[in-house]
């Protein structure tokens, strides 16, 4: 779990870089804790500027964490890690799923894609493997 996070901090790092709003989308708020934490640490040499999504600092953040209640900021690219499809996913420009091995996991994946590909959607994949 902590590399699908890890490479949740590096996708929406790279987005960010390239000029782009970012929603990192979590489960529930123990997840929006966890990631907000790493965001911090994941790197010695970088910073991703960030809020939780419903923070005061929320507005001025270029990447927000949060849940699928929470507002996403205009953010135009969407990192899931949200076992659920995101409301309303047309809105984003570029949804990025992270992939692992863990088989519940890879189960939710495959219906979010039917559900992705019945709107005429095709997600990005970012694939940890199978080990």
Same mark, same amino acid.
């Given at each position: =779990?902590?590399?699908? %996070?890890? /490479?949740?901090?590096? $996708?929406?790092?790279?987005?960010?870089?390239?000029?782009?709003?970012?929603?990192?989308?979590?489960?529930? =708020?123990?997840?929006? %804790?966890? /990631?907000?934490?790493? $965001?911090?640490q994941f790197s010695d040499v970088s910073f991703v500027p960030h809020a939780r999504a419903g923070d005061p600092a929320a507005a001025a953040a270029a990447v927000l964490v949060g849940t699928a209640g929470a507002a996403d900021g205009g953010a135009e690219v969407l990192v899931n890690l949200s076992a659920a499809l995101p409301p309303a996913p047309?809105?984003?420009?570029?949804?990025?799923?992270?992939?692992?091995?863990?088989?519940?996991?890879?189960?939710?994946?495959?219906?979010?894609?039917?559900s992705y590909r019945e709107r005429g959607m095709m997600p990005e994949t970012h694939n940890l493997g199978d080990g």
């Open positions: =779990e902590r590399q699908r %996070r890890v /490479l949740a901090c590096r $996708l929406a790092e790279k987005a960010w870089l390239s000029s782009h709003r970012v929603y990192v989308l979590v489960d529930d =708020e123990a997840a929006a %804790r966890e /990631l907000d934490e790493l $965001l911090w047309e809105r984003y420009q570029r949804i990025v799923e992270v992939v692992d091995a863990d088989e519940e996991r890879r189960r939710l994946g495959r219906e979010r894609f039917r």
